[in-house]
Protein backbone atom coordinates (compact mmCIF):
# COMPACT_ATOMS: atom_id res chain seq x y z
CA UNK A 1 0.00 0.00 0.00
CA UNK A 2 1.52 3.54 -1.01
CA UNK A 3 1.02 6.23 1.50
CA UNK A 4 -1.82 8.08 -0.39
CA UNK A 5 -3.63 5.14 -0.10
CA UNK A 6 -3.39 4.64 3.42
CA UNK A 7 -4.78 8.70 3.50
CA UNK A 8 -7.58 7.68 1.19
CA UNK A 9 -8.69 4.96 3.72
CA UNK A 10 -7.93 6.85 6.97
CA UNK A 11 -9.45 10.55 6.22
CA UNK A 12 -13.00 9.49 4.89
CA UNK A 13 -13.25 7.56 8.96
CA UNK A 14 -12.20 11.46 10.51
CA UNK A 15 -15.75 12.87 11.58
CA UNK A 16 -15.24 15.87 13.54
CA UNK A 17 -12.14 15.46 15.54
CA UNK A 18 -9.27 17.74 16.26
CA UNK A 19 -6.24 15.98 13.94
CA UNK A 20 -2.70 17.00 14.76
CA UNK A 21 -0.75 16.39 11.46
CA UNK A 22 3.12 15.96 11.44
CA UNK A 23 5.44 17.63 8.75
CA UNK A 24 6.18 16.57 5.43
CA UNK A 25 4.30 14.61 3.09
CA UNK A 26 1.88 13.87 6.66
CA UNK A 27 0.37 17.50 6.22
CA UNK A 28 0.21 17.97 2.81
CA UNK A 29 -1.44 14.77 1.90
CA UNK A 30 -4.43 15.19 4.45
CA UNK A 31 -4.04 18.58 2.86
CA UNK A 32 -4.39 18.31 0.20
CA UNK A 33 -6.99 15.18 0.19
CA UNK A 34 -9.50 16.67 2.41
CA UNK A 35 -8.51 20.49 4.24
CA UNK A 36 -10.34 20.90 7.62
CA UNK A 37 -10.33 23.63 9.74
CA UNK A 38 -9.60 21.10 12.64
CA UNK A 39 -6.98 19.71 11.52
CA UNK A 40 -3.47 21.54 12.65
CA UNK A 41 -0.80 21.63 9.69
CA UNK A 42 2.55 21.46 11.78
CA UNK A 43 4.68 22.44 8.96
CA UNK A 44 8.04 22.66 11.37
CA UNK A 45 9.09 21.44 14.42
CA UNK A 46 10.12 18.01 13.36
CA UNK A 47 8.73 15.49 16.13
CA UNK A 48 6.72 17.86 17.86
CA UNK A 49 3.23 16.61 16.91
CA UNK A 50 3.25 13.95 19.30
CA UNK A 51 3.38 16.48 22.16
CA UNK A 52 1.12 19.21 20.72
CA UNK A 53 -1.52 16.00 20.27
CA UNK A 54 -0.87 15.14 23.78
CA UNK A 55 -1.47 19.10 24.93
CA UNK A 56 -4.61 18.55 23.52
CA UNK A 57 -5.97 15.96 24.52
CA UNK A 58 -5.01 17.03 28.38
CA UNK A 59 -6.64 19.96 27.70
CA UNK A 60 -9.54 18.96 25.86
CA UNK A 61 -10.72 15.41 27.66
CA UNK A 62 -14.41 15.30 25.92
CA UNK A 63 -12.60 15.18 22.63
CA UNK A 64 -11.50 12.36 20.86
CA UNK A 65 -7.82 13.55 19.41
CA UNK A 66 -5.42 12.07 16.84
CA UNK A 67 -2.24 12.34 16.03
CA UNK A 68 -0.95 11.76 12.34
CA UNK A 69 2.39 10.83 12.76
CA UNK A 70 5.61 9.48 10.78
CA UNK A 71 8.15 7.22 11.42
CA UNK A 72 10.96 9.42 11.23
CA UNK A 73 9.08 12.11 13.41
CA UNK A 74 8.60 9.24 16.60
CA UNK A 75 12.00 8.25 16.18
CA UNK A 76 13.01 11.72 17.02
CA UNK A 77 10.73 12.15 20.09
CA UNK A 78 10.50 8.52 21.28
CA UNK A 79 10.39 9.85 25.05
CA UNK A 80 7.34 11.82 23.69
CA UNK A 81 5.56 8.08 24.02
CA UNK A 82 6.46 7.96 27.77
CA UNK A 83 5.17 10.84 28.10
CA UNK A 84 1.73 10.39 27.12
CA UNK A 85 1.46 6.12 28.13
CA UNK A 86 2.85 8.11 32.12
CA UNK A 87 -0.25 10.82 31.39
CA UNK A 88 -2.47 8.24 29.65
CA UNK A 89 -5.04 10.24 27.75
CA UNK A 90 -8.31 8.01 27.00
CA UNK A 91 -9.54 10.25 24.63
CA UNK A 92 -5.90 10.35 22.19
CA UNK A 93 -5.07 7.95 19.18
CA UNK A 94 -1.81 8.27 17.46
CA UNK A 95 -1.74 6.87 14.09
CA UNK A 96 2.14 6.88 12.56
CA UNK A 97 2.43 6.42 8.46
CA UNK A 98 5.00 4.37 8.51
CA UNK A 99 7.23 4.24 5.40
CA UNK A 100 11.11 3.70 6.62
CA UNK A 101 11.77 6.62 4.90
CA UNK A 102 12.54 10.58 5.23
CA UNK A 103 10.37 10.49 2.66
CA UNK A 104 9.73 14.45 1.97
CA UNK A 105 14.16 14.90 2.13
CA UNK A 106 14.66 11.93 -1.00
CA UNK A 107 13.66 9.38 0.71
CA UNK A 108 16.62 8.71 3.12
CA UNK A 109 16.09 5.76 5.07
CA UNK A 110 14.78 5.54 8.71
CA UNK A 111 15.73 3.12 11.59
CA UNK A 112 11.72 1.30 11.56
CA UNK A 113 12.90 -1.10 8.97
CA UNK A 114 14.51 -1.94 12.00
CA UNK A 115 12.88 -0.66 14.86
CA UNK A 116 9.29 -1.95 15.34
CA UNK A 117 7.42 1.36 16.06
CA UNK A 118 4.64 -0.23 17.53
CA UNK A 119 6.78 -2.54 20.14
CA UNK A 120 8.24 0.97 21.41
CA UNK A 121 4.47 2.20 22.04
CA UNK A 122 3.06 -1.06 23.67
CA UNK A 123 5.79 -1.31 25.87
CA UNK A 124 5.66 2.59 27.14
CA UNK A 125 1.98 1.62 28.16
CA UNK A 126 -0.29 2.54 25.71
CA UNK A 127 -3.48 1.07 26.32
CA UNK A 128 -4.59 -0.85 22.42
CA UNK A 129 -1.74 -1.37 20.14
CA UNK A 130 -2.47 -2.17 16.54
CA UNK A 131 -0.41 -2.35 13.21
CA UNK A 132 -2.06 -2.61 9.71
CA UNK A 133 0.11 -3.55 6.59
CA UNK A 134 -2.73 -3.76 4.26
CA UNK A 135 -5.45 -1.09 3.20
CA UNK A 136 -8.42 -3.13 3.98
CA UNK A 137 -7.21 -3.84 7.32
CA UNK A 138 -6.91 0.73 7.95
CA UNK A 139 -11.33 0.89 8.88
CA UNK A 140 -11.40 -1.69 11.15
CA UNK A 141 -8.41 -0.89 13.10
CA UNK A 142 -8.72 2.50 13.52
CA UNK A 143 -12.75 1.95 14.25
CA UNK A 144 -11.42 -0.34 16.60
CA UNK A 145 -8.85 2.21 18.86
CA UNK A 146 -11.32 5.18 17.92
CA UNK A 147 -14.07 3.46 20.31
CA UNK A 148 -11.48 2.02 22.95
CA UNK A 149 -10.22 4.13 25.94
CA UNK A 150 -6.80 5.20 24.63
CA UNK A 151 -3.97 6.24 24.49
CA UNK A 152 -4.43 4.04 21.65
CA UNK A 153 -1.32 3.24 18.69
CA UNK A 154 -2.08 2.70 15.23
CA UNK A 155 0.93 1.44 13.37
CA UNK A 156 0.12 1.36 9.42
CA UNK A 157 2.98 -0.12 7.19
CA UNK A 158 3.05 2.01 3.72
CA UNK A 159 5.85 1.82 0.67
CA UNK A 160 7.16 4.87 -0.26
CA UNK A 161 5.75 6.98 -3.00
CA UNK A 162 4.36 10.25 -2.53
CA UNK A 163 4.04 11.98 -5.35
CA UNK A 164 6.05 15.02 -5.30
CA UNK A 165 3.11 17.38 -6.67
CA UNK A 166 1.29 16.92 -4.44
CA UNK A 167 0.12 20.31 -3.02
CA UNK A 168 1.58 22.10 -0.05
CA UNK A 169 -0.56 23.76 2.85
CA UNK A 170 -1.27 27.12 1.79
CA UNK A 171 -2.55 28.74 5.11
CA UNK A 172 -0.45 30.71 7.00
CA UNK A 173 0.43 29.11 9.93
CA UNK A 174 -1.78 31.92 11.85
CA UNK A 175 -4.21 31.17 10.21
CA UNK A 176 -4.02 27.43 11.26
CA UNK A 177 -3.81 28.75 14.19
CA UNK A 178 -6.72 30.36 14.53
CA UNK A 179 -9.27 28.50 12.50
CA UNK A 180 -8.07 25.13 14.66
CA UNK A 181 -8.51 26.93 17.88
CA UNK A 182 -12.30 27.82 16.44
CA UNK A 183 -13.20 24.78 15.00
CA UNK A 184 -12.20 23.01 18.64
CA UNK A 185 -13.88 25.61 20.88
CA UNK B 1 -6.10 35.05 47.54
CA UNK B 2 -3.73 36.65 49.35
CA UNK B 3 -0.94 36.10 47.34
CA UNK B 4 2.56 37.95 49.24
CA UNK B 5 3.17 38.36 52.51
CA UNK B 6 4.46 41.37 54.09
CA UNK B 7 7.52 41.35 55.90
CA UNK B 8 9.56 43.63 58.35
CA UNK B 9 13.22 43.56 57.99
CA UNK B 10 15.84 44.27 60.22
CA UNK B 11 15.97 47.35 58.76
CA UNK B 12 12.42 48.24 59.59
CA UNK B 13 11.76 48.28 56.05
CA UNK B 14 8.54 46.92 54.74
CA UNK B 15 8.93 44.21 51.70
CA UNK B 16 7.03 41.78 49.92
CA UNK B 17 8.27 38.36 49.90
CA UNK B 18 8.34 36.39 47.31
CA UNK B 19 8.24 32.70 47.95
CA UNK B 20 7.62 29.71 45.46
CA UNK B 21 3.92 29.29 47.18
CA UNK B 22 3.56 32.92 46.64
CA UNK B 23 4.34 33.15 43.05
CA UNK B 24 3.06 30.26 41.97
CA UNK B 25 -0.16 30.79 43.39
CA UNK B 26 0.23 34.16 41.82
CA UNK B 27 0.54 32.66 38.83
CA UNK B 28 -2.86 30.68 39.09
CA UNK B 29 -4.28 33.85 39.57
CA UNK B 30 -3.04 35.40 36.41
CA UNK B 31 -4.99 32.43 34.84
CA UNK B 32 -2.14 30.21 34.17
CA UNK B 33 -3.53 26.85 34.59
CA UNK B 34 -1.37 24.34 32.22
CA UNK B 35 2.49 23.46 33.58
CA UNK B 36 5.16 21.51 31.90
CA UNK B 37 9.02 21.23 31.98
CA UNK B 38 12.59 19.93 32.87
CA UNK B 39 13.26 20.66 36.30
CA UNK B 40 16.43 22.44 37.45
CA UNK B 41 17.49 22.66 40.67
CA UNK B 42 16.75 26.70 41.02
CA UNK B 43 12.95 25.75 39.72
CA UNK B 44 12.83 23.30 42.38
CA UNK B 45 10.54 25.14 45.16
CA UNK B 46 8.49 25.70 42.37
CA UNK B 47 7.64 22.43 40.79
CA UNK B 48 7.68 21.26 44.45
CA UNK B 49 4.88 23.83 44.78
CA UNK B 50 2.88 22.98 41.71
CA UNK B 51 3.01 19.36 42.59
CA UNK B 52 1.28 19.79 45.53
CA UNK B 53 -1.88 21.93 43.65
CA UNK B 54 -5.06 20.22 43.75
CA UNK B 55 -7.52 21.06 41.27
CA UNK B 56 -7.16 22.01 38.07
CA UNK B 57 -3.09 22.61 37.98
CA UNK B 58 -1.71 20.06 35.85
CA UNK B 59 2.33 19.92 36.31
CA UNK B 60 3.15 17.62 33.41
CA UNK B 61 7.09 16.14 33.43
CA UNK B 62 8.63 16.32 29.85
CA UNK B 63 11.22 14.48 28.96
CA UNK B 64 12.79 17.24 26.76
CA UNK B 65 12.44 21.25 26.17
CA UNK B 66 11.09 20.68 22.65
CA UNK B 67 8.63 18.14 23.71
CA UNK B 68 7.58 20.72 26.37
CA UNK B 69 6.94 23.58 24.07
CA UNK B 70 4.85 21.50 21.74
CA UNK B 71 2.80 20.39 25.05
CA UNK B 72 2.56 24.10 25.88
CA UNK B 73 1.56 24.36 21.80
CA UNK B 74 -1.40 21.89 22.23
CA UNK B 75 -2.72 23.54 25.62
CA UNK B 76 -2.84 26.62 24.07
CA UNK B 77 -4.98 25.15 21.24
CA UNK B 78 -7.26 23.88 23.26
CA UNK B 79 -7.59 26.97 25.35
CA UNK B 80 -5.38 26.94 28.34
CA UNK B 81 -2.79 29.05 28.97
CA UNK B 82 1.05 27.31 29.20
CA UNK B 83 3.73 27.83 31.53
CA UNK B 84 7.21 25.99 30.52
CA UNK B 85 9.86 25.40 33.53
CA UNK B 86 13.12 25.00 31.88
CA UNK B 87 16.73 25.27 32.80
CA UNK B 88 18.71 27.27 30.23
CA UNK B 89 20.56 24.71 28.88
CA UNK B 90 17.28 23.46 27.69
CA UNK B 91 16.97 26.49 25.54
CA UNK B 92 19.69 25.09 22.96
CA UNK B 93 17.68 21.96 22.54
CA UNK B 94 13.59 23.89 22.21
CA UNK B 95 15.13 26.92 20.35
CA UNK B 96 14.02 25.57 16.99
CA UNK B 97 10.56 25.08 18.98
CA UNK B 98 10.30 28.23 19.00
CA UNK B 99 11.27 29.35 15.91
CA UNK B 100 9.67 26.94 13.43
CA UNK B 101 6.58 26.39 15.48
CA UNK B 102 5.63 28.88 19.23
CA UNK B 103 6.49 32.15 16.99
CA UNK B 104 5.24 31.38 13.49
CA UNK B 105 1.97 30.68 14.47
CA UNK B 106 1.57 33.12 17.43
CA UNK B 107 1.03 30.20 20.24
CA UNK B 108 2.16 31.83 22.94
CA UNK B 109 3.95 30.65 26.39
CA UNK B 110 5.08 31.92 29.89
CA UNK B 111 8.71 30.48 30.05
CA UNK B 112 10.59 30.56 33.48
CA UNK B 113 14.19 29.59 32.34
CA UNK B 114 17.13 29.10 35.18
CA UNK B 115 20.05 31.09 34.94
CA UNK B 116 22.94 28.76 35.40
CA UNK B 117 26.45 29.44 34.74
CA UNK B 118 26.34 33.66 35.42
CA UNK B 119 29.30 35.43 35.63
CA UNK B 120 30.98 32.24 34.80
CA UNK B 121 30.69 30.74 38.07
CA UNK B 122 29.16 27.55 37.77
CA UNK B 123 30.05 23.93 36.25
CA UNK B 124 31.77 23.96 33.29
CA UNK B 125 28.58 22.66 31.40
CA UNK B 126 26.83 25.56 31.93
CA UNK B 127 29.37 28.80 31.85
CA UNK B 128 28.52 29.03 27.83
CA UNK B 129 24.95 29.08 28.11
CA UNK B 130 25.27 31.23 31.02
CA UNK B 131 26.70 33.58 28.95
CA UNK B 132 24.90 33.19 25.85
CA UNK B 133 21.17 32.57 26.53
CA UNK B 134 20.25 36.22 27.05
CA UNK B 135 21.49 36.72 23.57
CA UNK B 136 19.66 33.89 21.78
CA UNK B 137 16.69 35.08 23.30
CA UNK B 138 17.29 38.55 21.86
CA UNK B 139 18.08 36.86 18.16
CA UNK B 140 15.18 35.24 18.12
CA UNK B 141 13.02 37.81 19.19
CA UNK B 142 11.99 36.63 22.52
CA UNK B 143 11.52 39.09 24.97
CA UNK B 144 12.53 38.35 28.69
CA UNK B 145 13.18 39.95 31.95
CA UNK B 146 15.03 39.05 34.92
CA UNK B 147 12.71 38.53 37.77
CA UNK B 148 13.20 40.14 41.04
CA UNK B 149 11.10 40.62 43.82
CA UNK B 150 10.84 44.40 43.46
CA UNK B 151 10.08 44.04 39.70
CA UNK B 152 7.50 40.47 40.23
CA UNK B 153 4.19 42.51 39.77
CA UNK B 154 5.48 44.82 36.84
CA UNK B 155 7.20 42.25 35.07
CA UNK B 156 4.03 39.87 35.20
CA UNK B 157 1.91 42.44 34.12
CA UNK B 158 4.31 42.57 30.82
CA UNK B 159 4.25 39.25 30.58
CA UNK B 160 0.36 39.24 30.33
CA UNK B 161 0.73 41.48 27.42
CA UNK B 162 3.16 40.22 25.77
CA UNK B 163 0.88 36.81 26.35
CA UNK B 164 -2.34 38.06 25.22
CA UNK B 165 -1.70 40.64 23.02
CA UNK B 166 0.94 39.49 20.66
CA UNK B 167 0.70 35.93 21.59
CA UNK B 168 4.35 36.19 22.03
CA UNK B 169 6.23 34.15 24.52
CA UNK B 170 7.58 35.57 27.06
CA UNK B 171 10.65 34.46 29.50
CA UNK B 172 11.11 34.77 33.19
CA UNK B 173 14.66 34.57 34.10
CA UNK B 174 15.12 33.00 37.35
CA UNK B 175 18.62 33.45 39.34
CA UNK B 176 20.03 31.02 42.17
CA UNK B 177 18.74 32.02 45.22
CA UNK B 178 15.21 33.61 44.03
CA UNK B 179 13.38 30.44 44.67
CA UNK B 180 14.22 27.91 47.86
CA UNK B 181 15.34 24.47 46.35
CA UNK B 182 14.34 21.32 47.35
CA UNK B 183 16.70 18.07 47.34
Redesign the interface.
Known amino acids: MKGTEAFQELIPLIKDEPVVHANGFICRESFSLKDREANFYMIGSMGLASSIGLGVALCKPDKKVIIIDGDGNVLMAMGTLAMIAAEAPKNLIHVVIDNEVYESTGSQRSLSSKVRLEEVARSTGYKNVLRVEKREEIKAAFLKLKDSAGPNFLLIKVEPGFDPATGRVTHTPEEITDRFMQAIG | MVVSVILTTGKGMNVSSLTSQSFIERLIQEDYE?FTGVPCSLLSGLIYELESQKEGI?Y?????E???????????????M?VLLMQNSGLGYCL??F???SL????PTLVIMSWRGKAGKDAPEHIIMGDIDQELLKTAGMEYSILSEENCEEVLKKAKQKICDEKLPYTLIIEKGLFDERH
Open positions: FRVPSVRDAAVGLCVGAYLAGTPNATSLIYKI
